[in-house]
Structures are given as structure tokens and as C-alpha cells.
């Protein structure tokens, strides 16, 4: 993971690398750094924890700072050693004529490391990165050139990295490299900038090159030079970046996690636009590039993500066999990568991603690929990596997502699944379940109502989440279309609370997970009106006959079986194959409002980080 950013031209450089640096924070907050070179001199500045930290300590460095033109800058998710600030980036060499940023992994970096200390290069720090300083340095000493030295390093390294370097002997440039890790540079006038993602440079210019695997580049205040790696110029290849300069603020929610939660109607909204109109026409996806034929020729669909899109891609599964009738496999991308897997070009690859840049699936989009499968992209980043993968893409427009725990990215993915199932079958002449899909398409078209119902009386999930509290550990647990929620629930509450949660198929509970009932372990029950209400009520009350306190979410609970509940959270009346999609509402709630009783860092939540770019 981690962010970079890097500033020449005739401006402050300082200013912009902090500005850029706030911007990355998504990606990480163990510690920041920046390098500013005035002259032949480069100052480091660096604190360990928040970003914050580091402004600080520039304040009281304001005479020095001012007078740098030139800069690189950090944030770092520590990978390798401790969030200290020996650890934070920059890093340099023996002599500090080299100072490098970096995003990724070195997987060989023990191997250069003892070569290196061989070689007399002393290290400070337990970083990867370190490691890749004194190599570009050593390089440097065989031809005095940085773009040379930069080559012939990344030459010898195995892993992922986007690096950013600067050299006191050569401080007319920055010099860059990239290897499945993302790095774009801002073209200006009389100015460039180097980035990890577009939100870091776009106050300041809306051009770029999104350099490319292999490539490095020679980055000038008034030039930018892309060589392949057979050291060949290449034509910069400039590209209009698809975001406004906005000023993302909180809106007076309390934090942005809360404000992305009430923003899920309109998310639900911007996705069936033009899409779904009205439940008597099929569903138009002009982005899905497979033709009617080559959709009937599908023989299975795989989907790969992590984390909560990875819950996504599980309702997905459901709903996908349910009515389009291809058998689906859901797995989370980190394992499908060491599997042998069976995928040819009749095989439908589904990768999900919020931020499109997650390593792990991009190297099993890459793996699925190469067996030419047909492969869907659904992202929130039509800019990312990922989505230039992607044979078809279907981007969920879900607007900048701040808080570190998904929440309205997982509901556009969710509701782009739901049309995608639809227009799966739809494609394929499929008659079976009509009546219940113009039903689904009625309350796709209504649900933004009801989740804005939901939302007016969030009181009682306060009041819920307050009495819970103080549990130490919690159990979700769901049956059918729910266990991804209960899955996703746990997740949720874990990432943000630090409360041990865990999901558990309903069914599952009597097989292990019941030896830890007691009246400590709150068991959360999601039970929709529907197939699996009766089971799921039966689990329940073999939990409450071991004294677990119940709480039960749902849209219906019989006058009967009210009492067997501890607290019950109602929705509205929803069909069980929509209900995902409001049930998740509810738990996002319940862990925003548990972390915040708790008072944890509920947008930036520690050891997380939005895009994870390492494997
Ligand atoms: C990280 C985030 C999770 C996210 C997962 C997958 O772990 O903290 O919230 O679900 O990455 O990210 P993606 O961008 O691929 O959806």
C-alpha cells in the first residue's frame, strides 16, 4: 500500500506535498515523510502515526522549506518493521545523495540486503525500501546516472513497487519506476507531479500519463521522458483525468463513515439510472461488451475480490445461479491465485473492487486473462488498474468513498449484481421466474425509499449499539441470500469497533461456534420473512436456551416468537432476495455506532487501509 507524491516546478513544493499527501491517507497512516531538495541539499522530515504528525514538525521548519521547489513525500501501511519513524519513508543511501518513496513489497529484498551490506551499505531501518535506496545508489555509482541507475536496479528486483527518487547530483529531475503498483504523473506548465492517485494532484492540473508496468521515467520541471525497458523513449501517452477538484468534506455528519452510510439511497438511485426505468422493459447494460450468443455459451462464472467486495461477489453468487442458471464460483482473490484454475473463454471472470487497485485481485484478473476468459470489471474507479483490465466495465458511480470501512461502494456493488443477474437471464431468453423478477425490479426501483425510511430512525440502532457496547466478542448469523450479510455485518463491526465478531451461516452455529455461547456472546440473527425464517429462528433458540443475548434483525417476527428476543431491529417489508441490501444498512449502523460509543477512529481505523496494493 502506502501513497506518493512528488512536486518540481516553481511553487512551494512542501505545501503541495502535504496537500497531495492528505489526499493519500486512504492508504495508509502508520507514518508520512517528505524529502525537499533546494540547491543540492535535501532535507527529510518524518513522523511516525498520522499525517498530522508530520505538519507539526513542518511548522517550525517554515524558513527551510519555503525554499524548495523540488520534493518527494510519503504515507506509509507499514509492511516490513514497525510504524516508527526509522521506518517512515524517505529513505536514502550511505552518502544521502539518493532519497526514495516507495509503494509495494520487494519479495527479494533479503538476498540484495546481504549483498549489499557486502558491499559496505549500512542500514537503518527494517524496510524493504531501504534496501531498494542503497541499490539504486550503488547502481548510480557504476554510470553517475539516475535514469541508468533507476534501470538497471528495478532489473534486479522480484515484487511489487511504484518509486520516486530524487539524487542531489541530479536535482533538476525526479526520477520514476513501476512494477504492479499504480503511479501516474501530473502534467502541468512549467510543472509536474508524480502520484499514487489522482485525488493528490487534481487541484493542480487535469493531465496525465499513467505510466505503464516496466517503464521509468524522467520527470523535469518543463519535460517528462518515458522509457520502456529497453531503455526506448516512448511518446507520452497524455490522458484528461475524470475527477473535479471537489472539496470532500463530512457534510456536518460526525464522520464521513456515517455520511457515506445516508448517502445510499442516491447510490442506489445513480446505479439503476438508465438502466432500470420500469419493470416491464429488460435491463439495458451497454457496458456488458458479450453479445446475447456469446452470453448463452457461458458455462460458469467466477468471481474474485477481497474484504466486503469480496460479500458482494457472494450475494452475487446467489442471485446470478438463482436467475440467470450459470453455476457461480465466489473466491477471495488472494487463493484463487494459487489455484490451478479451470477458466477458458467460456468462463464469465467477475472482479469486484472498490478502489480497482487491490493486488490480489488484479493478479487474478490477470491469471483469468491469460486463459481468455471474458472479464468483468465492477469497480468504483473507472481510472484504476483494474478497470483498465477489463473487458467489460461496469463502474458503480458511487462517489469518492473516505472512510477506510466500506459501506456505500459494497451497496453499488451489490445493487450493479442484482442488475447484472437480471440482464444475465434476460440475455440468455431465460422464461422461468418472471413474476418474481418484475417483483425484484419494483423494489430495486423502490428501495431507495425504503432505505431512507430505515434511516429516520436510526435512534433505536444508537440505543442498541450503546447496551452492546461493552461486549468483548459477537456472532452474526444469517441463512440463504443473508449469510454475506452476516459475513459483512462481522466485518463491519471488527474493522471499526476491534470487537471480535464472526459470521457464521445459521446452520453452522451447532457445528463448533455454539461451545462459545454464554451470556457473554451477543448473537446477532438476521431472519427475513421468507424460506429460511423457521431455521433461522430454530438456531435462535438454541442459542437463547445457552443464555446468549438475541438480537434480531428483520422486516416480520411473529407476534409468537417476539419475546425470544433480547432487542429486534425491524425494516421494511422487503422480498428475502432484496433484503442484503437493506439488512446491511442496519449493521452498518450498529458498528458506526458502537465505534463511535467507543470512541475508536471509526474513518480511519488503525492497521487499515482503503486500497491495499500489496499481496
Ligand atoms: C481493504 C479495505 C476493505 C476492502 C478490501 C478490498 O482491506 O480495508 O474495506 O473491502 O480492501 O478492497 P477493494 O478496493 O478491492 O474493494
Excluded at 509495494?104 to 549489499?116: A, C, P, W
Excluded at 516496466?214 to 497524455?238: C, F, H, P, R
Excluded at 473463454?345 to 471474458?374: M, Y
Aim: proline share 3%; net charge neutral; glycine share 6%.
Amino acid at each position: 500500500m502506502c501513497g506518493i507524491i512528488g512536486y518540481i516546478g516553481d511553487r512551494e513544493a512542501c505545501s503541495i506535498l502535504v496537500s497531495g499527501l492528505s489526499h493519500l491517507e486512504y492508504r495508509g497512516y502508520d507514518s508520512s515523510g517528505v524529502a525537499l531538495m533546494e540547491k543540492d541539499n535535501v532535507n527529510i522530515y518524518k513522523a511516525e502515526g498520522k499525517l498530522i504528525n508530520l505538519v507539526e514538525i513542518l511548522k517550525t521548519k517554515q524558513d527551510v522549506i519555503s525554499k524548495a521547489h523540488i520534493g518527494i513525500g510519503h504515507i506509509r501501511w507499514a509492511t516490513h518493521g514497525l510504524p516508527t519513524t526509522i521506518n517512515a519513508h524517505p529513505h536514502t543511501c550511505n552518502c544521502k545523495n539518493l532519497t526514495l518513496v516507495h509503494n509495494g513489497i520487494i519479495e527479494n529484498y533479503q538476498e540484495l540486503k546481504e549483498e549489499l551490506t557486502k558491499e559496505g551499505c549500512i542500514f537503518k531501518s527494517q524496510t524493504d525500501t531501504e534496501v531498494a535506496a542503497h541499490l539504486i545508489a550503488h547502481e548510480y555509482g557504476k554510470t553517475n546516472d539516475l535514469l541508468l541507475a533507476m534501470q538497471s536496479a528495478v532489473k534486479k528486483i522480484k515484487g511489487a513497487f511504484a518509486f520516486c527518487a530524487i539524487h542531489k547530483k541530479e536535482p533538476d529531475k525526479i526520477v520514476v519506476a513501476k512494477r504492479n503498483a499504480p503511479l501516474i504523473i501530473g502534467v502541468g506548465e512549467g510543472e509536474n507531479f508524480v502520484a499514487s492517485d489522482i485525488p493528490a494532484i487534481i487541484e493542480y492540473t487535469k493531465k496525465a500519463i499513467y505510466l505503464c508496468d516496466y517503464q521509468v521515467g524522467v520527470v523535469k520541471k518543463d519535460s517528462i521522458k518515458i522509457y520502456d525497458d529497453k531503455n526506448q523513449l516512448i511518446e507520452n501517452k497524455i490522458e484528461y483525468l475524470p475527477f473535479e477538484a471537489i472539496a470532500i468534506s463530512k457534510m456536518g455528519y460526525k464522520h464521513f463513515m456515517l455520511k457515506e452510510i445516508h448517502e445510499q439511497s442516491d447510490v442506489v438511485r445513480n446505479v439503476l439510472s438508465s438502466k432500470l426505468t420500469d419493470i416491464e422493459h429488460e435491463i439495458k447494460f451497454d457496458e456488458f461488451k458479450l453479445t446475447s450468443n456469446k452470453i448463452k455459451n457461458i458455462t460458469r462464472v467466477q468471481i474474485v475480490a477481497c474484504g466486503t467486495s469480496l460479500h458482494a461477489g457472494l450475494v452475487g453468487k446467489y442471485i446470478i445461479e438463482k436467475f440467470a442458471r450459470i453455476p457461480t464460483d465466489v473466491e477471495p482473490s488472494s487463493e484463487y491465485i494459487y489455484r490451478d484454475t479451470i477458466a477458458d473463454e467460456n468462463t464469465l471472470v467477475i472482479g469486484i473492487s472498490q478502489s480497482g487497485e487491490t493486488a490480489d485481485t488484479i493478479t487474478a484478473i490477470k491469471q483469468a486473462k491469460n486463459r481468455n476468459s471474458h472479464i468483468v470489471i465492477i469497480t468504483n474507479r473507472t481510472d484504476s488498474t483494474m478497470a483498465r483490465l477489463a473487458d467489460s466495465l461496469l463502474p458503480v458511480n458511487a462517489g469518492i468513498e473516505v472512510s477506510v470501512a466500506a459501506t456505500k461502494s459494497y451497496m453499488a456493488q451489490l445493487i450493479s449484481l442484482y442488475l447484472l443477474a437480471i440482464y444475465l437471464k434476460e440475455q440468455k431468453g431465460l422464461k422461468e421466474n418472471e413474476k418474481e423478477i418484475q417483483n425484484l425490479k419494483h423494489e430495486l426501483i423502490t428501495l431507495p425509499n425504503k432505505i431512507e425510511m430505515l434511516l429516520e430512525k436510526t435512534d433505536e440502532i444508537q440505543r442498541i449499539a450503546k447496551k452492546y457496547s461493552s461486549y468483548k466478542d459477537f456472532i452474526f448469523i444469517a441463512r440463504g441470500i443473508n449469510y454475506p450479510s452476516a459475513l459483512e455485518g462481522a466485518l463491519k463491526l471488527k474493522e471499526i469497533s476491534y470487537i471480535n465478531a464472526t459470521g457464521y451461516g445459521a446452520g453452522e452455529l451447532k457445528h463448533g461456534p455454539i461451545a462459545m455461547l454464554d451470556s457473554n456472546m451477543p448473537v446477532l440473527a438476521i431472519l427475513n420473512s421468507g424460506i429460511v425464517y423457521d431455521k433461522v429462528l430454530s438456531n435462535c433458540e438454541e442459542a437463547k436456551a445457552r443464555q446468549a443475548k438475541l438480537i434480531g434483525v428483520s422486516d416480520y417476527i411473529a407476534q409468537k416468537d417476539i419475546n425470544l428476543f433480547d432487542d429486534l431491529i425491524l425494516i421494511p417489508a422487503v422480498s428475502d432476495i432484496l433484503s442484503p441490501a437493506l439488512n446491511i444498512v442496519v449493521l452498518q449502523l450498529l458498528a458506526y455506532y458502537i465505534s463511535e460509543y467507543l470512541g475508536k477512529d471509526v474513518d480511519q481505523p488503525r492497521n487499515l487501509a482503503k486500497s491495499v496494493t500489496v499481496e
